[in-house]
């Protein structure tokens, strides 16, 4: 990559902020820009740095507290690996030395080291406030697992069988909620509960290899259960001493593999804002099109054949924007899996048809299919669930982000597409106006004093969270206001000088955790805190903010 990034591309996407009159080019003397342009620079080089081999970014997930735990639990009650034991000993302990990130995972920390806990204290303070459809799963859950671990008894419940119930959900929740169902049975002495579609759901989590869906959380729970059946014993053995072989450098276990798929695709839309040469486009969407499942979706990394809306969405918007002319007809069956998992409702899930829609993933919808007139109507009926669903402050669900920024840009962006192909006067017009103006609102009234964006108001400022908001405020359009009122400009400004301040000697920037799962746990890929900053500032860089850095 050289030294100094070309200016965004022009339309209505997360790579291409929109038409705006071009600022003065980045090489000529008297730029506005030079500090902007070169942190873009770094971060483009930083991102091309990180393609491997077969062409996708590298985005591995760091370890977390609940499978470094349940991994610790697996290891001791098979008896094997003594060393693996002792290094997820030492990091579970130096986590809690340094503070656990929620009172759930603390408490599966002193658990699996036998310290005494208050498992449903804990499970209060991390659910108490949690608004969710999946609230009574996740409960059930996190108690069941605190239970394994010896926090707590297993819950008692008058019928088990419906509550871990999981049919039309996404496969390696399936598979968690088998391998929940039979560690309760054992664990309360009713094994008959356990059926055999429970043994056939948890049985391909014996074998070896990655782990099934590239979900390491639901792995460790399955083989937890399958150790319960003496005809798994040798498998489950064999899968515990190569936990090893999972751990990150601390020692931990991830709760994924990692975010390849989800990365190449956001990243990519962030070289592409970023002007990367073409070729550096082309490869890293020929290295997407190779991963697409059979259903026309893609997984969040290699080798997870559980598609979901969110990765094919950007996997979508990037392969038009950057090799439209290679990738027709991966885009048009990746168009086709979208459509056919809308509800009745207008809006996406996440995963399966049938299944609750969110905001976040709808606008993301919106955004890759808007660009075709053929999905008008159903680009239509998506963008009135975001409006109907928005709050009279601009508040979304936070879903598989900690950040409320996180739907608020993706709302922005997906109104922006709206309006960009919707005939002058469309009904829904004013209502897209108003939900826009809202959400942009909303983030600029909440902004922190040192010009960056917390996980909700009154967090202290991170960079993914503050990039997040500034893709949303860098697009606002500032209204008549009071003398002295914060503006969508004045917000802009104060955002790219904060993020520009806290860009490290290597180019990187580094945040606190900004993903969920399973909702509200953290954790945490490090490379999206550079992808996401990338494309901040790249749609930043299209509204010619001016500040101190840009002189």
């Not at 499942?293 to 392969?319: H, I, K």
């Amino acid at each position: 990559m050289p030294t100094s990034c070309a200016l965004p591309l022009h339309g209505a996407s997360l790579a291409v902020p929109g038409a705006l009159p071009p600022p003065p080019h980045p090489h000529r003397p008297g730029s506005e820009h030079p500090e902007l342009d070169r942190a873009r620079a770094r971060l483009a080089t930083r991102l091309v740095a990180a393609a491997g081999p077969d062409g996708l970014l590298r985005a591995p997930c760091d370890g977390r507290i609940l499978e470094s735990a349940l991994a610790l639990r697996l290891l001791t009650v098979t008896n094997v690996d003594p060393d693996a034991q002792e290094r997820l000993t030492r990091c579970l302990k130096t986590t809690l030395d340094e503070g656990a990130p929620d009172p759930v995972q603390e408490a599966a920390a002193r658990a699996a080291l036998g310290e005494y806990v208050d498992g449903r204290a804990a499970l209060n303070r991390l659910l108490g406030g949690f608004d969710h459809h999946t609230a009574g799963r996740k409960r059930l859950m996190f108690r069941t697992v605190l239970a394994e671990l010896g926090a707590h008894p297993f819950p008692e419940l008058s019928s088990p069988e419906p509550d871990f119930e999981a049919r039309g959900q996404q496969r390696w929740l399936v598979t968690e909620m088998a391998a929940l169902k039979t560690l309760y049975a054992f664990g309360t002495g009713v094994p008959h509960l356990v059926t055999e579609d429970d043994w056939r759901a948890l049985a391909p989590c014996s074998l070896p290899g990655p782990p099934p869906y590239g979900n390491h959380l639901a792995r460790i729970l399955a083989l937890l259960a399958l150790r319960h059946r003496p005809r798994y014993a040798a498998a489950v053995r064999a899968r515990a001493r190569e936990v090893r072989t999972w751990l990150r450098g601390d020692g931990g276990l991830p709760f994924i593999t990692g975010m390849d798929v989800f990365a190449t695709a956001t990243g990519g839309l962030a070289l592409a804002g970023a002007g990367a040469p073409s070729h550096t486009l082309r490869a890293l969407a020929a290295a997407l099109a190779e991963r697409q499942n059979p259903d026309g979706g893609w997984g969040f990394d290699r080798g997870v054949g559980q598609s979901d809306v969110d990765d094919t969405a950007y996997c979508v918007e990037f392969l038009r924007a950057s090799a439209p002319e290679r990738s027709g007809p991966a885009v048009a069956a990746g168009e086709r899996y979208l459509l056919d998992r809308q509800g009745g409702d207008g809006g996406f899930p996440t995963f399966e048809p049938g299944t609750p829609s969110e905001v976040s993933i709808t606008a993301a919808a919106v955004n890759a299919l808007a660009p075709q007139a053929a999905h008008r109507p159903a680009v239509e009926a998506a963008v009135r669930f975001v409006v109907a669903r928005q709050e009279g402050t601009g508040v979304f669900e936070r879903s598989w982000s900690l950040n409320e920024s996180n739907a608020l840009f993706r709302t922005v962006l997906a109104c922006d597409s709206f309006r960009a192909v919707a005939p002058p006067g469309h009904a829904l017009e004013a209502g897209v106006a108003r939900a826009r103006a809202r959400a942009v609102a909303r983030l600029v009234a909440t902004q922190n004093a040192d010009g960056g964006w917390g996980h909700v108001p009154g967090d202290p400022s991170d960079p993914i969270s503050t990039a997040y908001a500034l893709i949303a405020v860098s697009r606002g359009r500032d209204e008549p206001a009071a003398p002295c009122a914060p503006t969508a400009r004045g917000a802009t400004e104060r955002a790219v000088r904060h993020l520009l301040e806290r860009q490290r000697p290597d180019g990187g920037f580094v945040s606190r955790p900004d993903q969920a799962g399973p909702r509200p746990l953290a954790y945490h890929v490090p490379l999206l805190t550079d992808v996401c900053v990338l494309l901040g500032l790249n749609h930043a860089r299209a509204t010619g903010p001016r500040t101190r850095h840009s002189l």
